[in-house]
């Protein structure tokens, strides 16, 4: 796990850092700075048991700091399945905010978020670190994506069935959005 926070950790700080490097000051003169709104649809994979398939919808609030470069804001409600064997499921609201940066063509981007994920279901009150790397494409209404979140605090089975702390997903995101 603790690889995969490096990682994570890297990544984020290496599109921040390639994010900023190429801004001008020409770009936001020239571009009409606002706001989006989006509403999507989540289904991940989780790569420790006892969790499975990851299915979830969310809003993502964007303000477009320039043609290339928007800031991100995003809430909604994900539920976790695990097998019946293995306990209940796991139901969070994650709440990260993020850089969105086009890097080809204004349509292909990278995007990198940080927040937390609050648990909501089953008794279950603990909070985790969130950290979501991710690429994607985007056009005036659609936006498809794959990210890999990883959860720090969440519980999980250790191969040697001791109990353990943090697992990661899959995603893929399917969203539509319009500008406010």
Do not use: C
Not at 52 to 66: F, H, N, P, S
Not at 107 to 115: D, I, K, M, P, R
Not at 142 to 158: C, G, K, M, V, W
């Amino acid at each position: 796990m603790k690889t995969t926070r490096k990682i994570t950790a890297a990544f984020l700080f290496a599109l921040a850092l390639f994010s900023f490097n190429g801004a001008k000051a020409q770009e936001t003169s020239k571009y009409d700075q606002g706001f989006r709104l989006g509403f999507g649809l989540n289904a991940g994979y989780a790569n420790e048991d006892p969790y499975k398939l990851i299915l979830g919808a969310d809003a993502r609030l964007q303000y477009d700091l320039t043609k290339r470069y928007s800031i991100t804001l995003t809430t909604g409600f994900n539920n976790v399945f695990v097998s019946e064997n293995d306990g209940d499921d796991l139901g969070f609201i994650p709440v990260k905010a993020g850089l969105k940066a086009f890097v080809w063509n204004d349509q292909f981007y990278l995007t990198g978020e940080a927040g937390a994920a609050f648990a909501v279901t089953n008794n279950y009150n603990d909070t985790s670190l969130l950290l979501s790397p991710g690429i994607g494409y985007a056009n005036k209404y659609i936006d498809i994506s794959a990210r890999y979140e990883h959860y720090s605090d969440f519980p999980t089975i250790n191969n040697d069935g001791t109990p353990g702390k943090g697992f990661g997903q899959f995603a893929l995101r399917l969203a539509y959005g319009f500008k406010l």
